[in-house]
């Protein structure tokens, strides 16, 4: 990608919670952007959106939407990502795609920047840079800190994920059983995003079974977790649930490392990570939340304590927006460090 001043920027799923978080991100950071182009589907055709000022509308997304772009933040889906991804690279973007598409593909870097930065270089074998799972990279801003300090043997993670996670559809799902328990009313039978109530509920079931009796969300984690550290000893199991928040995913993770790692080691390096912020002050009931990490581009650490039951072993609690470092913030994050490295 050649070094400009400004970059034409298109974003494919631009109406989606996600696109629009990019949207948002993009005017936040500064980001160089010359043109900005929104892409989306036939029945979002025509919407009008601002950024930096200007009125911009939403394209079809098409094989001819790249003519012109030198970077395209793709959040449209998997099926989208397969199909469009290719052509935005043989227009001359390079993609940082959202999806689940490319991210196992061994010829595809998958990236968080405060991570694994020098993976992003990577790209130019197909010109796609992958973003993780939210579940996954919320999870790994409090488990790489750890990890610089020793090896990381075994993770035990159970994520507590808002409904948001599930796009539009779960928020509306949420709100409407909501009201109607708000107003005396019997609580809708009908569900259409999860498959189960999620009022008053916590549903440990998120994306379809696999054969071996897991989901394939707590695959992703485990699998994603690896590449990106780039470490396939690391034994990792996963429950992923869904519980009535509106945003901002939860992780509890027990871990076992090579070397002891203290609780004093544990918090000085979180404290001192970039993307997170330190906040373990149980004794006064002040620890990670999604009310307060909603919203944040960092993710929020705290509950660190040892695992009296191993030798070598911490628990710690991590919250941190899917929509933002789960999502959106990541992959302009991606896009800056390509800028910055002219990759």
């Known amino acids: 990608m050649e070094r400009k001043e400004k970059y034409n920027v298109a974003i494919a799923g631009a109406t989606g919670a ?14 160089p952007v ?15 959106y601002s950024f930096c000022g200007r009125e911009l509308s939403v394209s079809v997304l098409g094989e001819n939407s790249f003519r012109g772009i030198d970077i395209a933040l793709f959040s449209a889906g998997s099926e989208r990502s397969r199909k469009y991804a290719v052509c935005a690279v043989a227009s001359g973007a390079v993609v940082v795609d959202n999806s689940s598409a490319f991210r196992m593909d061994p010829e595809i870097p998958l990236v968080v920047p405060e991570i694994n930065p020098s993976a992003a270089t990577l790209h130019t074998k197909k010109g796609i840079v992958a973003n993780p799972n939210c579940t996954t990279a919320v999870a790994l801003m409090a ?14 993670a159970t994520s507590f994920q808002a409904v948001s996670g599930a796009g539009a559809g779960g928020i509306a799902e949420l709100e409407r059983q909501v009201r109607s328990w708000s107003e005396s009313r019997e609580l809708p039978r009908e569900t259409n995003t999860f498959p189960h109530q999620i009022a008053f509920n916590v549903i440990p079931h998120i994306d379809s079974f696999t054969q071996n009796g897991y989901t394939k969300e707590e695959m992703k984690l485990h699998n994603e977790t690896r590449k990106i550290l780039g470490d396939d000893s690391i034994l ?4 992923t649930v869904r519980v009535p928040v509106f945003r901002s995913h939860c992780i509890s993770l027990n871990l076992e490392t090579e070397r002891k790692v203290t609780v ?11 993307g997170v912020s ?21 993710c929020f650490v705290g509950r660190i304590r040892e695992d009296y039951t191993v030798k070598k072993g911490l628990s710690l609690w991590v919250s941190g927006d899917q929509l933002k470092k789960g999502a959106a913030l990541n992959t302009v994050q991606i896009a800056e460090l390509l800028v910055r490295k002219n990759v």
Do not use: C, H
Not at 236 to 239: D, H, S
Not at 278 to 298: A, I, T
């Open 18 to 31: 996600v696109g629009q978080e990019m949207m948002q991100i993009l005017e936040e950071r500064k980001f």
């Open 34 to 48: 010359g043109k900005l182009i929104l892409l989306a589907s036939e029945r979002s055709q025509g919407k009008k």
């Open 143 to 156: 488990l790489k800190p750890i990890y610089d300090i020793s090896r990381i043997k075994r993770v035990v």
């Open 236 to 239: 990792l199991t996963a429950t």
């Open 264 to 274: 004093e080691e544990a918090r000085d390096a979180i404290r001192d990570f970039p």
């Open 278 to 298: 330190l906040v373990d002050d149980p004794e006064n009931s002040d620890y990670p939340m999604p009310v307060e990490s909603s919203g944040k581009n960092n």
